[in-house]
C-alpha cells in the first residue's frame, strides 16, 4: 500500500504565458517549486516576448480563465492565490470575482503591467482598475516603482509618496527598487498598521527577465508555507536576489534568473 506524504502547499497562479520561459508561469512555477510548494497555473493571457522585449499579447476568454481556477479551486486545498498579467478591464473584473467568492485565500498581487524590455502589458485604465478593484481584496502588492507610480497616477513620486497614496486601498504594499543606479537597492515594504520596513541589497550588473514574477511567488510561497508577512518578505527577497546572482542569459536580451539549482533534476 502506497504510504501517503503530507502534500505541499498549494498555490493558485493567474498569470500570463510567457514563450521565453523568463516570466510570467514558469516563472511562479520554478519560484514556487523552490519554496516546497505546488503551482497550480491558470493561463490569463498569452504574449509574445523573448529576452528582448515584448511585441502583443491575447488576454483569453473570461469564462475559460474562471473555468481554470474553479477547476483547481474543487479539486485543491489552495492555501494562496498569486496574481500577475492581467492585460484588460474584463480580467480585472474576472479576477474580482473571483475573489470574492474566496474572500479567506490571501492574494499576493504582483501589477504586471509592462515586461522587462519596457513593452506594455496592459493600458492605463488597468493600473487604475486594479487599484480600485483588486487591492482592496489583496494582502499585500508587490509594484516595482514604476509600477507603483502607474497605479498611484504619480509620474515622479516617491516610493514613500506612491505608498502614502496606495495603502488606502492595500493593506501592504512592498515597492522594489533598482531603476535608478544606486549602487544599493532599498526594498521598501508599507503596512497599514504604520510599519515600515527596508529590505537593502547589493546592486548587481545587468538587467533581468522575470525578476518581479519570481519574487511575487516566492512570496506567495512564504506566506501559502505559514510564514509572517515581514519575515515572509525578507526570505522572498533573499531568494530572489540570489536568483539574480545566479541569473544566464540564454537569449540576446535580459538575463533569466536562475530559479532552480543546476542538479534539481539529478
Known amino acids: ?57 491575447r488576454v483569453l476568454d473570461r469564462d475559460w480563465v474562471m473555468a481554470q481556477a474553479n477547476a483547481v479551486l474543487t479539486d485543491m486545498p489552495v492555501s494562496a492565490v498569486k496574481l500577475g498579467m492581467l492585460g484588460n478591464l474584463a480580467m480585472v473584473d474576472t479576477v474580482v470575482e473571483l475573489m470574492q467568492a474566496h474572500p479567506e485565500l490571501p492574494l499576493i498581487c504582483d501589477p504586471v503591467l509592462r515586461a522587462g524590455g519596457g513593452g506594455s502589458l496592459g493600458k492605463d485604465d488597468v493600473a487604475f482598475a486594479m487599484r480600485e478593484k483588486l487591492l482592496p481584496l489583496a494582502l499585500i502588492a508587490t509594484p516595482n516603482l514604476p509600477e507603483a507610480r502607474l497605479l498611484a497616477e504619480l509620474p515622479d513620486g516617491s516610493a514613500d509618496e506612491c505608498a502614502a497614496k496606495l495603502l488606502p486601498y492595500c493593506r501592504n504594499v512592498l515597492i522594489t527598487g533598482g531603476h535608478g543606479e544606486e549602487r544599493e537597492i532599498h526594498n521598501r515594504l508599507y503596512c497599514r498598521s504604520g510599519e515600515e520596513h527596508t529590505f537593502i541589497c547589493q546592486r548587481l550588473p545587468g538587467s533581468y527577465h522575470g525578476s518581479g514574477c519570481t519574487l511575487a511567488s516566492a512570496l506567495a510561497g512564504r506566506l501559502a508555507l505559514g510564514e509572517e508577512l515581514v519575515s515572509a518578505v525578507k526570505s522572498a527577497l533573499d531568494y530572489t536576489w540570489r536568483t539574480l546572482r545566479d541569473a544566464e542569459q540564454p537569449g540576446l536580451g535580459q538575463y533569466v534568473p536562475r530559479r532552480l539549482p543546476l542538479d534539481f533534476c539529478s
Open 1 to 57: 500500500m502506497k504510504t501517503l506524504l503530507p502534500f505541499r502547499p498549494v498555490v493558485l497562479c493567474l498569470s500570463g504565458h510567457d514563450p521565453s520561459g523568463g516570466a510570467g508561469l514558469q516563472a511562479d512555477i520554478e519560484a514556487l517549486i523552490a519554496q516546497g510548494c505546488h503551482a497550480a497555473p491558470t493561463v490569463t493571457a498569452l504574449t509574445v516576448q523573448n529576452t528582448v522585449d515584448v511585441s502583443d499579447f
